[in-house]
């Protein structure tokens, strides 16, 4: 008896360290979604559009710079009528690009998140926000390709 109790226990443990570590971005159980990007300016550019209620979990981007000192940043808001205009939170670091093609910046697209918009809402954490990506300096071109998923 005590051996059932302790096993039932155990897998109540185990079940709520799972959910707490739980990642979107491994589940299998998750639908993953892709954008593609092409960017000609030095703008601030919808790269996810916000869904009612549901969070974006960033599981991978990659994002390639051509231009004279062209730079990028991931950004974190609402559109009231251009991209991210509203409420907006940057939540990467600036990169800055080679002024040519070069190899892209890689981030993510193993099994992890790295990046989900529900850390940056106010109260309930669910954020209704698009992700934006920020360029700046002078943009030739800048390629972003990535996954996600909703929650």
Not at 89 to 116: D, K, Q, R, Y
Request: with cysteine; charged share 10%.
């Amino acid at each position: 008896m005590k051996t059932i109790i302790f096993a039932i226990a155990f897998v109540l443990i185990a079940g709520v360290a799972h959910a707490q570590g739980y990642d979107p971005c491994a589940a299998p159980n998750q639908i993953k979604y892709t954008f593609a990007k092409t960017i000609t300016s030095a703008t601030t550019t919808e790269l996810v559009p916000a869904t009612l209620n549901k969070n974006i979990a960033l599981c991978g981007i990659a994002v390639e710079t051509v231009g004279t000192s062209p730079t990028w940043s991931l950004e974190v808001g609402t559109k009231a009528a251009t991209a991210c205009d509203t409420s907006a939170a940057v939540v990467s670091p600036v990169f800055l690009g080679p002024n040519t093609a070069a190899a892209p910046v890689v981030l993510g697209f193993g099994n992890n998140e790295i990046l989900n918009t529900g850390q940056y809402a106010p109260g309930a954490g669910v954020s209704s926000s698009e992700l934006c990506m920020v360029s700046a300096g002078t943009v030739t071109d800048i390629f972003v390709y990535g996954t996600y998923v909703r929650q």
